[in-house]
């Protein structure tokens, strides 16, 4: 139901800053809940943040909290995720996902996905 491409992901040192873009196409895009999930190399897709379909109600898992900010442009149809202040610990695949019930940290429990952007912190 809705295409979702990831971008903006890179090579940076502890402390700097991203910003990750996921372009969403699709006529259901303005009614879904977006978020982001990450996976390091041998570690399960975890959960980032998600936000409601409204832009309301952000919600970020505890190792993210006060650095990440999640953000949608429905007109623009494109979710972002700031990352300030990265640690090595936040080096992996990000990927944007849409159609979750909200709340829902279980990335089984989403229905799109985009094909994932690379964030390497080094320190």
């Known amino acids: 139901q809705v295409e979702l491409v990831e971008s903006g992901g890179g090579l940076v040192q502890v402390g700097d800053s991203l910003r990750l873009s996921c372009a969403a196409s699709?006529?259901?895009?303005?009614?879904?809940?977006m978020g982001w999930f990450r996976q390091a190399p041998g570690k399960e897709r975890e959960f980032v943040a998600a936000?409601?379909?409204?832009?309301?109600?952000?919600y970020y898992a505890d190792s993210v909290k006060g650095r990440f900010t999640i953000s949608r442009d429905n007109v623009k149809t494109t979710v972002y995720l700031q990352m300030n202040s990265l640690k090595p610990e936040d080096t992996a695949v990000y990927y944007c996902?849409?159609?979750?019930?909200?709340?829902?940290?279980?990335?089984?429990?989403?229905?799109?996905w985009g094909q994932g952007t690379q964030v390497t912190v080094s320190s």
């Open positions: 996902a849409g159609g979750g019930p909200m709340f829902s940290v279980s990335a089984t429990d989403w229905i799109d």
């Open positions: 699709g006529r259901t895009f303005s009614r879904y809940h």
């Open positions: 936000i409601r379909w409204s832009g309301t109600n952000p």
